[in-house]
């Protein structure tokens, strides 16, 4: 079955540790996109990627990176830099223009311990 | 003015009513319209999309007014399995969906 894969389900990362989480789709899906998802909150979108070897920074890239080498995979690093990295993480993708939306992964939870 | 507007909530019903949520946006060039649900601690799943003809999925309508900005979500008939976050989200053309911050949906027996 056609889908998107993240992982790893639950992530503990030390202070000062630089910790990567991973996306895979099936989908033949051009672009791909990370959020960020606090407690009561709303989705903050992190880094997004229309193509392969291009993205583009969203609204909280500041202490994340990413790589967009192979179209099936968007893997997102939290680096030292992001001070308060404890929060859901969620995946997506989707066809060029979004006109049918995103499919989401099933995200991963990172706390910093 | 966030691009994305909702009431988060929560609305507290009970089985078999009805309820409505309303979204407004911002950008009157956006282009599609989506209703999401989020459940606590699970990704975001689509439920529907939103035409400008309005459309219908069972106990579920959405509307779309073009005019006013605003898109709508009708739920009839409650049930329990309703209680949800739901998400209004918008494609204003720039690459990229917006999301609303979410209503949340409590059905009590």
């Known amino acids: 079955d056609g889908g998107i894969t993240q992982s790893p389900k639950y992530l503990f990362r030390k202070e000062g540790q630089n910790v990567t989480l991973s996306c895979e789709q099936n989908?033949?899906?051009?672009?791909m996109y990370w959020y960020r998802q606090d407690p009561g909150q709303g989705l903050r979108l992190i880094y997004y990627?229309?193509?392969?070897?291009?993205?583009q920074k969203g609204d909280i890239a500041e202490g994340y990176s990413v790589s967009r080498e192979k179209k099936e995979s968007f893997p997102l690093t939290v680096t030292s830099a992001q001070k308060n990295p404890t929060a859901f993480y969620l995946c997506?993708?989707?066809?060029?223009?979004?006109?049918?939306?995103?499919?989401f992964g099933s995200g991963t939870r990172l706390t910093v311990v | 003015r966030k691009e994305v507007e909702q009431d988060p909530g929560p609305f507290n019903v009970p089985e078999g009513a009805t309820v409505a949520f309303n979204c407004t946006y911002s950008n009157s060039a956006s282009q599609s319209f989506f209703w999401y649900r989020q459940d606590c601690r699970k990704e975001p799943k689509l439920l529907m999309s939103?035409?400008?003809s309005g459309n219908e999925d069972g106990r579920f309508t959405a509307q779309l007014n073009r005019a006013s900005q605003y898109i709508s979500l009708l739920i009839r008939d409650s049930k329990l399995s309703d209680s949800a976050t739901y998400l209004c989200v918008v494609n204003t053309g720039f690459q990229k969906l917006v999301f609303g911050t979410g209503t949340r949906l409590l059905v009590s027996p």
């Open positions: 990627s229309q193509i392969v070897n291009d993205f």
């Open positions: 939103v035409y400008s």
């Open positions: 997506a993708s989707s066809m060029a223009r979004q006109m049918d939306g995103y499919t």
């Open positions: 989908l033949n899906h051009d672009a």
